[in-house]
């Protein structure tokens, strides 16, 4: 499988796990937090599979996001772009790697959600991690396309 068809596959693979209903019994909101967080998984394994695709020209032994993405990363033109991308607080980039980085702290990202009350409609509030994450696999993949195109020029 080239790094091409990995990356599409990992993305593919983020958003079936999104897809999943939880059903509506007692352990609904824990299958929930459990196809949130494995999408979010995947969708670094993507990342990673990604940074491997726009690199390939360069042969790199490693293709850790926190050494490429990192501020002594290497001077290649795809990387450079995704760090100002990542250094930009409203991308998709810095979103995704906020929760990742949580994802791997021991309280993890996924959050039960709050019951309301009987009667009370909720108001405001943040977006749950799902939606956040597919609108994010959804920004990304834009992305992706312009910087397989810049990488091919290679």
């Known amino acids: 499988m080239t790094p091409r068809s990995r990356t599409n596959q990992l993305l593919y693979q983020a958003e079936l796990l999104l897809d999943i209903d ?6 609904a909101e824990a299958r929930r937090m459990a196809s949130e967080e494995a999408a979010l998984a995947l ?4 990342l990673e599979s990604l940074l491997r695709e726009v690199t390939e020209h360069a042969r790199l ?3 850790d996001w926190h050494e490429l993405l990192g501020g002594e990363g290497l001077g290649i ?3 450079h772009r995704l760090r100002e991308l990542a250094a930009r607080p409203d991308s998709w980039l810095a ?3 906020q929760r990742i980085e949580a994802l791997h702290d ?3 990202v996924a959050r039960r959600g709050r019951p309301s009350a009987a009667g009370m409609i909720a108001v405001g ?5 799902g939606d956040e994450l597919r609108a994010c696999l959804e920004a990304a993949k834009r992305e992706i396309q312009s910087l397989r195109e ?3 020029e290679w």
């Open 106 to 108: 021991s309280a993890g």
């Open 125 to 129: 509030g943040s977006a749950a991690l």
């Open 77 to 79: 033109a795809e990387l």
């Open 43 to 46: 969708a670094e394994l993507a």
């Open 61 to 63: 032994p490693r293709h």
């Open 95 to 97: 979103w995704l790697l």
């Open 22 to 27: 939880p059903g509506n019994d007692e352990h």
């Open 150 to 152: 810049t990488s091919q």
